[in-house]
Structure formats: C-alpha cells, structure tokens
C-alpha cells in the first residue's frame, strides 16, 4: 500500500507537476517566471510577479533536484534563485519586495515578513541540495533581517508586515482575505517552517534558540487548548481577535510543529510537543467531508463554512495524516490520508493539461475561476506532499 502511494506520487510529481512548470511558467523574455496561468489555462504575460510564489519554485525545485538529481530541476531551481538575488531581493533596505511588475520592476516594495520567510525556505533548500555558499549567505541575512526588525522584543512574536524602510504600516495583510492585525497564526507557521530548514543546514545557537521560541509560541499562545485549533489573528498581546478555524492550516501546522521539534532535537520539547500536534490534527479533522477532503474554513462570527475543497489543503491533509501515521502508528491516520489521496487524484489532478486544479466546490464540480498558476497557485504545497510521501521511512 505504502509503496504504491509511493510510486503513484513519485509519478504525479514528475509528469503532472514539475513539468507543467518547466513547459510552461519560464519567462524568456523578461527573466524569472510568468506571473499568472487562469485556471481555465490562459497565460498572462503581464501579470505582476509575486515573491511568494518564486520563493516557493525554488523551494519546490531545490527539493526535487536533492531528492532526484535532475539537472533540469536544478535549472529551474537556480533560475529561481538568481531572479529573486537580482530582482525581489531589495539592496537598498534589505529584505524583498512583495512583487514586481511583468518586466521585473518593483511594484509593492513593501517587507511581508511571510515572503522573506519563504525566501529563506527556498534559499535554505537550494543550500542543501547543492553546497551554493551564496544561498546560504542570503539565507542568514535574511533570518537576520526578520530579527531586527519584525520581532517584538517586549511582547514575543513576529509582526506582520512593515514598509519597505521597515517602518510601521496601516494596512498589514497578506491578502484581501485576511484581518489586518499585528500577528498572524499563518505568518508565524511560515517562520517557523524556513527556520526549521535554515537549521537544517546552519546549526547556529542564536537560531536554535529562536526556533525554540516558536515552538513554545505556538503551544503557548497560538493553540488553544479547549478547542484543540489554532486562533488566526492577535493584538500585540496575544489576544486573539477572531473566532475563524483553518483546517487546513491546522493540519498542516501539526505536522509542521512536530518537524520543528524533531529537527531541533531537544527530547524534552518532543515530548511537549506531541500531544499538542496530535490533538491539532484531532481538532482539523472535523473538517473531513465523507468522501475524505477537508473543507477550507469556518467562520463562527458569520454563521458560515467555506466547504470548497482547496488543492493546497488537500496536499497538507495527506502529510498531516501521514505524519501521525508514521511517528505514532495511527493507522486511522492512514486510512484518512489515503481515503485524501483517492479524493486528490479523482478531484484535483488535471491529467490533460498538467497541475491541480484550485479546489473543487460541495457540489463536485471543478473550479476553473481560480489560477492554475499565480501569485498564490505554487508548486509547493502539491509538490511537497508528494516528496515528504517519497522521502519519508514509513
């Protein structure tokens, strides 16, 4: 069974994913990538070029060139990298501007602490799969950056966005579906997660003691322990604003702590940190439809759930599952996260023209609004469930 998904996701990665990619985002005109594919596959050349979504190619094509060792992935890997060197990376403040125009201009030149933390995944993992020293020279000012200027030295916590000189903003959301608020659940996880990596490769104390803080920041303040999920949004001091459950990123946060945990290699914080991330994983399978996805969000102030099927919960709905399944021999676990995959290549999986598909709604049907590819469509979250299944000894 196990090695069945295995080789089921080893062949999705390569002919479904990884090579639309290839074929069809490289940007030989103006450098980089394409900024936007519709989902009803249009290409826009013009669309502006964001920097999550570079950091997460060069995440996704670091990982698949250290896992497999394709010199085309490594290609498209260092491509990624040299672009966001040159273009996102902004050499006058530090940090990167949140997007660029089509041609590579800086169009919000604004410092979200969620992207850099991305930049430092993905420089983190280019490090690994090939020695480069320079990704990890930018990796650490990076981290750098983020320390000096985003974290609350009274309160605890990283905030959320800041001007392009680093200086107070109104207006610090990560998107139009977000609260405008300090201190974010999601922003936190992303630190967390490039920090996890960056210690993978740079076995630092001041890092080691950060990550530490992160760890205890989610159990501590983040979490919440009547309920089992995590909060979303906080003042700066911690008070949580909204009454809003992400299933998705619980589920994915709970695999995400454990790894952090693991990396860092303290037994004491494991076992911390393993009930609370078996009880998240709990908490977000009230999310499970019946025919095994998980529903997006549900908003308590409004009386309403958002039960589209998203791609990126679904890939994060497998890894979770999985994680459970082979650190604590749950194999309902198991079941959850192959019952997912069954609903993944039914629902998601374009077979004709490559990639996932954004979602599906409760009625079955396809979602052919949202992007294929863009600003937030990434190979990452896809991408990297089908490489922890491969590397990871069940």
């Given at each position: 069974?196990?090695?069945?998904?295995?080789?089921?996701?080893?062949?999705?990665?390569?002919?479904?994913?990884?090579?639309?990619?290839?074929?069809?985002?490289?940007?030989?005109?103006?450098?980089?990538?394409?900024?936007?594919?519709?989902?009803?596959?249009?290409?826009?050349?013009?669309?502006?070029?964001?920097?999550?979504?570079?950091?997460?190619?060069?995440?996704?094509?670091?990982?698949?060139?250290?896992?497999?060792?394709?010199?085309?992935?490594?290609?498209?890997?260092?491509?990624?990298?040299?672009?966001?060197?040159?273009?996102?990376?902004?050499?006058?403040?530090?940090?990167?501007?949140?997007?660029?125009?089509?041609?590579?201009?800086?169009?919000?030149?604004?410092?979200?602490?969620?992207?850099?933390?991305?930049?430092?995944?993905?420089?983190?993992?280019?490090?690994?799969?090939?020695?480069?020293?320079?990704?990890?020279?930018?990796?650490?000012?990076?981290?750098?950056?983020?320390?000096?200027?985003?974290?609350?030295?009274?309160?605890?916590?990283?905030?959320?966005?800041?001007?392009?000189?680093?200086?107070?903003?109104?207006?610090?959301?990560?998107?139009?579906?977000?609260?405008?608020?300090?201190?974010?659940?999601?922003?936190?996880?992303?630190?967390?997660?490039?920090?996890?990596?960056?210690?993978?490769?740079?076995?630092?104390?001041?890092?080691?003691?950060?990550?530490?803080?992160?760890?205890?920041?989610?159990?501590?303040?983040?979490?919440?322990?009547?309920?089992?999920?995590?909060?979303?949004?906080?003042?700066?001091?911690?008070?949580?604003?909204?009454?809003?459950?992400?299933?998705?990123?619980?589920i994915e946060a709970s695999w995400l702590i454990h790894e952090a945990a693991l990396v860092l290699g303290d037994k004491s914080l494991i076992k911390r940190v393993e009930p609370v991330v078996k009880r998240i994983a709990e908490a977000a399978d009230e999310g499970l439809t019946p025919e095994g996805a998980l529903v997006y969000e549900k908003f308590f102030d409004r009386n309403f759930t958002d039960t589209d099927r998203h791609w990126w919960v679904q890939a994060e709905n497998v890894v979770g599952h999985l994680d459970l399944y082979q650190h604590f021999g749950d194999d309902k676990a198991l079941d959850k996260a192959l019952r997912c995959w069954m609903f993944i290549k039914e629902k998601l999986v374009d077979?004709?023209?490559?990639?996932?598909?954004?979602?599906?709604?409760?009625?079955?049907?396809?979602?052919?609004?949202?992007?294929?590819?863009?600003?937030?469509?990434?190979?990452?979250?896809?991408?990297?469930?089908?490489?922890?299944?491969?590397?990871?000894?069940?």
């Open positions: 069974m196990i090695n069945e998904l295995k080789e089921d996701v080893y062949n999705l990665l390569e002919t479904n994913i990884l090579s639309y990619w290839i074929e069809n985002m490289q940007d030989k005109k103006y450098g980089g990538f394409y900024g936007r594919i519709t989902g009803d596959g249009v290409l826009i050349p013009e669309a502006e070029k964001g920097a999550i979504l570079n950091a997460r190619i060069l995440w996704t094509f670091s990982a698949a060139y250290r896992l497999l060792g394709k010199p085309e992935y490594r290609e498209i890997a260092t491509r990624a990298k040299a672009y966001i060197i040159e273009r996102f990376y902004d050499k006058e403040y530090g940090g990167v501007y949140w997007s660029l125009d089509y041609q590579g201009h800086p169009l919000d030149s604004k410092k979200q602490i969620y992207a850099i933390g991305f930049v430092i995944y993905g420089l983190s993992e280019y490090y690994r799969s090939t020695d480069d020293f320079e990704a990890l020279t930018y990796a650490i000012h990076f981290f750098e950056s983020i320390e000096q200027h985003s974290f609350d030295t009274v309160k605890n916590g990283y905030y959320e966005a800041l001007t392009r000189e680093w200086g107070e903003m109104t207006d610090m959301r990560l998107s139009d579906k977000d609260e405008n608020e300090r201190k974010t659940m999601n922003t936190h996880l992303h630190i967390l997660e490039s920090y996890t990596n960056l210690y993978r490769v740079w076995k630092d104390e001041h890092l080691a003691k950060k990550l530490r803080n992160l760890i205890l920041l989610f159990i501590d303040k983040i979490y919440n322990e009547q309920t089992g999920h995590l909060e979303l949004f906080f003042d700066d001091d911690w008070h949580s604003k909204y009454h809003i459950i992400s299933y998705g990123h619980d077979y004709q023209h490559g990639e996932w598909y954004w979602s599906t709604f409760e009625d079955g049907k396809v979602n052919l609004t949202d992007d294929k590819a863009g600003f937030w469509k990434c190979p990452y979250h896809n991408g990297r469930m089908c490489m922890e299944i491969m590397e990871r000894n069940f």
